[in-house]
């Protein structure tokens, strides 16, 4: 049966019966914020059947019906083809459609790189204890984010992919884009390789060129990519420093031709929103929403599913203690982050969905100040990635950041040296930004939440 653009949309605000062969593990999950606007346009539509496939490796058992579902159903709405009999689901309005797969999910992921891998194997032979080595090989068996922080990374994006699109079942690889020009333009342990003097705008376009060829190259393997790290968030609160100031237009440009040229079917993006001691002070939400609505809307059928929240950082989801310094701030936690952003963000067309890192948030109350971040003392790993969230405006718990890799050296006389890395609460002596930190490490397995 033929759709017009018109029946599609019909469909997709009045289908209402659930099929009975439906697999019982698909638990569909709804938003209770009633006053979320109602999106109309089909690219929405879209994105959100579009999810099914990010999560569900068992998504061609859904419809026999449906010629290679998990494969085709991406193509559906974007090139109007046939289905050959309604999707049977019940919805209320398709930007709350999402699916609970819990730990069906996180089976799909792709074990970390053999890089990390080996960075924790290393760790085991340089542990202080053996009973703290004997635990270390669980931390390499939790899925992680790969960071291509620099260009001469990006060809061992394919040995990724390969590897994946070998393995039978359908898996999702996770990556971090993290290189624009004159990067981390408010601090300095992790100024990165391009200048915007010397051509960094250019350089970062063949760097996402060859991101964009790589994920082409094997669209069988589904990528999660995690959009450039603290960047819009310092054009929404550090327009003072002139670092900042200087590089807003090459951050703006730069950013959307990553979402120009990653707009592939098997991938999806998460645009960082920085974490609620940052973005979510009362005076920050707003400019924050209409910063990623501006960005989201600069590029037309993008494929933004949301954004990532507590990158490297070490908030709770749920505060269970009271720490000293948040108050002042309606969002002291990750959770109520997202429940007070994710509104203004649907006011303003953006789609409000989140992966929150708890990689490094096992620890609570370790800060002496709420925007200390480097190495923070006393930092234990934290909850495990699941799809099984307290609230629906929340995609995943994930692990961006790995353990283990240092924030920043504490090193006075190191160009990339932040007084950061200086402070009290910051754990020393530290090597450079993502470098290998084995005292860091073993606090991190050793202070666990969850324990190991």
């Known amino acids: 049966m033929?759709?017009?653009?018109?029946?599609?949309?019909?469909?997709?605000?009045?289908?209402?019966?659930v099929n009975a062969a439906v697999p019982p593990m698909l638990a569909w999950k709804r938003y209770h914020h009633h006053h979320y606007h109602h999106y109309s346009h089909i690219h929405h539509l879209d994105q959100d059947l579009d999810y099914l496939d990010y999560f569900d490796q068992d998504l061609d058992d859904f419809d026999q019906d449906l010629d290679d579902l998990d494969d085709h159903l991406r193509y559906a709405l974007w090139q109007l083809r046939s289905l050959r009999q309604p999707l049977r689901v019940r919805l209320h309005h398709l930007p709350q459609l999402q699916i609970d797969l819990s730990n069906h999910h996180l089976a799909s992921v792709e074990p970390n790189s053999p890089y990390y891998i080996a960075e924790v194997n290393a760790a085991i032979a340089a542990a202080s204890s053996s009973t703290l080595a004997a635990k270390f090989p669980a931390v390499a068996k939790i899925p992680n984010f790969t960071w291509f922080d620099v260009v001469a990374k990006v060809p061992t994006l394919n040995t990724y992919l390969a590897d994946a699109a070998s393995i039978a079942s359908k898996i999702i690889v996770q990556i971090v884009v993290y290189d624009l020009p004159d990067r981390d333009?408010?601090?300095?342990?992790?100024?990165?390789?391009?200048?915007?003097?010397?051509?960094?705008?250019?350089?970062?376009?063949?760097?996402?060129?060859?991101?964009?060829a790589a994920v082409s190259a094997y669209p069988q393997v589904r990528v999660v990519a995690v959009v450039e790290p603290d960047s819009?968030?310092?054009?929404?609160?550090?327009?003072?420093?002139?670092?900042?100031?200087?590089?807003?237009?090459?951050?703006?440009?730069?950013?959307?031709?990553?979402l120009e040229k990653l707009k592939q079917c098997n991938i999806w993006l998460y645009l960082d929103a920085g974490h609620g001691g940052w973005l979510g002070w009362a005076a920050n939400q707003d400019p924050a929403a209409t910063m990623f609505a501006n960005v989201y809307?600069?590029?037309?059928?993008?494929?933004?599913?949301?954004?990532?929240?507590?990158?490297?950082?070490?908030?709770?989801?749920?505060?269970?203690?009271?720490?000293?310094?948040?108050?002042?701030?309606?969002t002291p936690d990750e959770l109520s982050y997202v429940r007070a952003l994710g509104p203004?963000?649907?006011?303003?067309?953006?789609?409000?969905?989140?992966?929150?890192?708890?990689?490094?948030?096992?620890?609570?109350?370790?800060?002496?100040?709420?925007?200390?971040?480097?190495?923070i003392e006393g930092a234990g790993f934290g909850m495990r990635p699941t799809t099984n969230t307290p609230d629906a405006l929340i995609d995943a718990i994930v692990w961006i950041k790995p353990?283990?890799?240092?924030?920043?050296?504490?090193?006075?006389?190191?160009?990339?040296?932040?007084?950061?890395?200086?402070l009290a609460d910051a754990k020393k002596p530290a090597p450079e930004a993502g470098q290998w930190f084995q005292a860091y490490f073993e606090d991190l397995v050793k202070y666990a939440n969850p324990a190991f």
Not at 2 to 17: E, G, H, N
Not at 244 to 252: D, F, K, T
Not at 300 to 321: H, K
């Open 232 to 258: 819009l968030a310092n054009l929404v609160t550090n327009m003072s420093d002139s670092r900042c100031a200087n590089a807003q237009s090459a951050y703006l440009e730069c950013t959307k031709y990553a």
């Open 297 to 330: 809307k600069g590029v037309p059928n993008n494929r933004v599913r949301g954004l990532a929240t507590n990158v490297a950082n070490y908030n709770p989801l749920q505060l269970t203690v009271n720490d000293p310094v948040t108050q002042g701030n309606p």
């Open 2 to 17: 033929k759709y017009s653009i018109a029946s599609l949309i019909t469909l997709a605000w009045t289908i209402t019966t």
């Open 344 to 375: 203004k963000l649907a006011n303003n067309g953006f789609p409000a969905h989140f992966i929150i890192d708890q990689g490094r948030s096992g620890v609570e109350k370790i800060r002496d100040a709420w925007g200390n971040w480097c190495n």
């Open 185 to 212: 333009c408010h601090a300095l342990a992790s100024n990165g390789e391009f200048k915007i003097s010397n051509n960094g705008v250019n350089n970062y376009k063949g760097y996402i060129d060859g991101i964009a």
């Open 403 to 422: 353990g283990g890799e240092c924030d920043g050296t504490s090193n006075t006389s190191a160009v990339r040296y932040d007084s950061t890395c200086g």
